[in-house]
């Protein structure tokens, strides 16, 4: 019976302490409020003033906006393109002015951060573009000697057909410096002239390439129709072979047609040496802790809190000590 009575006093004292404790809670948020409405224009004068000083802040800093082009490099510019976007880095965080102005960039204040470019691996690229003998993958694997992250050596880059450039920017720019990066790789001349003679032949094989399919349909006309006109090559053709010829000149056929397809697509890519697939946008990518905006002005409003509630704790243990002494 003691024993359940002692239980009972136990408890009783744990719910007493759990309400004191309560209620210091509610006197210790009263005492704030009390205080953030004595000190209101003070504190919403920190955080304007923090807002402002973390904007310019952000502003002059590196900044994690950022753009993700998906590109694909023709006429054979790889090498072009990786090393045009190492300059362009380096001239940016150099603040080279002549450079900078002749591209269309901003020379007074910075836009580009930092510029980041990798392949898009695609084993199948490189199992067509190893084919030839002296070339093969074994001897690639050889060259890399033993890299980490193998298929994205530079010994590889050059094979892949697509390639994803990170551009890092400060909050000075905007979605035209994505346009100006594009400008600034498309204006090599040498490469332009180059764009234009591939072009040209691009053009021509689809011509010739939609000569041969005529041929190839002459060829059915002429073997379905025996009184038809047909060209003396095309009846040479019949007389020296069998009739299941007609299989392959129909595979042949289906083939041309695929690469007339494929011609005519990337056709339209030769629009520049760099050809963006996806349409690039400007945003943030940074998290909470790198907004500086707001991140500024909570801090300057805990240590304005701070500062007071040091203040109040070393008066307190000022007049124990006084007391103390008498």
Known sequence: ??????????LGLVFKKIGEQYRKFLLWLFHWFQFVLKHWIIILLIIILGAVAGY???????????????????????????????????????????????????????????????????????ARNTKDEDRTLEEYMAQTDFEDDILLSEVFYTEYKFHKVLVYT???????????????????????????????????QI????????????VFESYVDSNSTVNPAAQVYFKNNENNNLHMLLEEKRNIMNDI????????????????????????????????????????????FLFFALRGSYFRVKKMAEENKR
Do not use: C
């Not at 019976?1 to 136990?10: G, S, Y």
């Not at 362009?88 to 002015?97: F, P």
């Open 1 to 10: 019976m003691a024993h359940q009575t002692t239980d009972e006093i136990d």
């Open 56 to 126: 310019y802040w952000q502003k002059g800093s590196t900044g994690k906006n950022l753009a993700t082009l998906i590109v694909q490099n023709n006429f054979d510019s790889t090498s072009y393109v990786y090393d045009a976007l190492k300059l362009l880095k380096t001239k940016s965080k150099q603040g080279d002015a002549k450079f900078l102005k002749r591209y269309g960039f901003n020379t007074e204040e910075a836009e580009i951060a930092d510029i980041e470019i990798e392949p898009i691996v695609n084993i199948l690229d490189l």
């Open 170 to 204: 400060t909050a000075n720019a905007s979605n035209e410096t994505i346009e100006k990066v594009i400008d600034y790789l498309n204006s090599n001349e040498l490469l332009q002239e180059v764009r234009l003679v591939s072009i040209e032949e691009t053009k021509q």
């Open 207 to 218: 011509k010739n390439h939609e000569k041969s399919i005529k041929d190839i349909d002459g």
């Open 261 to 304: 397809e494929e011609l005519k697509a990337e056709l339209i890519k030769y629009d520049g040496i760099v050809t963006v697939i996806n349409k690039p946008v400007l945003h943030y990518s940074g998290s909470f802790f790198d907004n500086k905006v707001v991140l500024l002005p909570l801090f300057l409003v805990f240590l304005y």
